[in-house]
């Protein structure tokens, strides 16, 4: 017996079990396993849970305010809902409204791109239109439109499909997100496990919460500009693109520089001339500067304590999981894993090795509530 707890006791420095290790990584792969089965039924309520935190953010700050403060707060609670599901149907809308316009455009694009290779080309002493022939009979036999307009048809109607469920989960779960103290206190029989439960969800939901509204709110403002910049320069589909730099804007580091790509691109076969596409990248690419190095940091400051690295490996671990969904959770999905871990003392080497300032992980015993500001 005593040899036996002399090799337990050996496992064991510091409050850490070594043996917790190879059962943590064990873990971590089935559960990598299960969200890569499971992703489409997984995705929506993920989208959900995202959402309902933006508006429980949303509910707070507006009962904030003087004149609706003494609103009842489940008219405000409706109120916000019905307008998020409003947003949602005017986005699908703009998105198929927008698939037919550009399909009527794209004759007049192919003209333009056309005439700009040419004249770039006769510059060169090439034959710009001999060139220009011979590469559209490549690529008209390498790409077939009709595969083309089918995936585009489903993908569209797919992402229906996703933006009407997100609207159902997101209705239940504002309905029911009251009701989960009640059920903490009765699946944890002692009232300490329920005490330290009910402290990792308030973390999670405060951290998380706050990071996710406030990131809102720089996407709605940087989307904003953007627009204001491609309606000056009268770029096609403007709001679309807007929508789409603000919703990439969730995807660090890369995502908003992505989502200038497609008005940039676009402009260059809606003009044809590519000082004009110059001049639209840099203005766009300034707002996303502004925002990246100024903006953005004074605004959410230390709300993630993530490592810059960490978060460039879970861009690169979710995006390979899930593509760009995985890439827009990447920063919240693994934000819960640390403050999850960090409410154990057996896992908390986990926020220790994964955070920017182990300073601001608190200690296990005394509860997630524990960790610095």
Not at 16 to 43: F, N
Not at 280 to 297: D, R, Y
Request: hydrophobic share 55%.
């Amino acid at each position: 017996m005593d040899n036996g707890g002399s090799a337990l006791r050996a496992h064991r420095r510091d409050g850490v079990s070594w043996l917790a290790i190879p059962a943590a990584l064990l873990t971590i792969v089935l559960t990598l396993v299960l969200l890569e089965i499971g992703q489409q039924v997984l995705l929506p309520i993920l989208l959900a849970v995202i959402a309902v935190y933006v508006l429980i953010e949303t509910e707070r700050f507006l009962a904030s305010l003087p004149v609706l403060r003494h609103m009842p707060r489940l008219i405000l609670r409706l109120c916000v809902l019905i307008t998020f599901i409003a947003l949602l149907v005017a986005f699908g809308l703009v998105i198929e409204g927008t698939l037919g316009q550009i399909a009527e455009a794209a004759p007049r694009y192919q003209a333009n791109f056309e005439s700009m290779f040419t004249g770039v080309a006769v510059q060169l002493g090439v034959d710009g239109e001999t060139l220009w022939q011979s590469i559209a009979t490549r690529v008209s036999e390498a790409v077939d439109l009709e595969v083309i307009v089918g995936f585009t048809l489903a993908s569209a109607g797919n992402f229906g499909m996703l933006l009407f469920l997100v609207a159902i989960y997101a209705s239940f779960l504002m309905a029911e997100r009251h009701t989960l103290q009640e059920k903490l206190s009765r699946i944890f029989r002692a009232p300490e496990d329920a005490e330290r439960a009910a402290r990792v969800v308030k973390e999670i939901n405060d951290g998380i919460g706050g990071y996710l509204a406030t990131k809102t709110l720089l996407n709605v403002v940087v989307g904003a500009m953007s627009y204001v910049v491609m309606l000056l320069f009268g770029v096609d589909f403007a709001l679309l693109w807007a929508l789409i730099i603000g919703l990439l804007g969730y995807i660090p580091y890369i995502g908003s520089y992505a989502g200038v790509a497609f008005p940039v691109l676009l402009s260059l076969a809606q003009f044809g001339n590519i000082g004009t596409t110059l001049l639209l990248a840099a203005a766009l690419t300034v707002i996303q500067l502004w925002e990246g190095n100024w903006f953005e940091p004074k605004v959410i400051g230390k709300k993630s304590n993530l490592s810059p690295f960490v978060v460039l490996v879970a861009l690169g671990a979710w995006s390979a999981l899930w593509g760009v969904p995985g890439a827009i959770f990447a920063v919240p999905l693994t934000s819960m894993i640390v403050i999850v871990c960090g409410a154990f003392e057996q896992t908390r080497w986990v926020p220790i090795l994964l955070s920017q300032d182990a300073r601001r992980v608190g200690h296990a015993a005394a509860g997630p509530g524990a960790s610095e500001s």
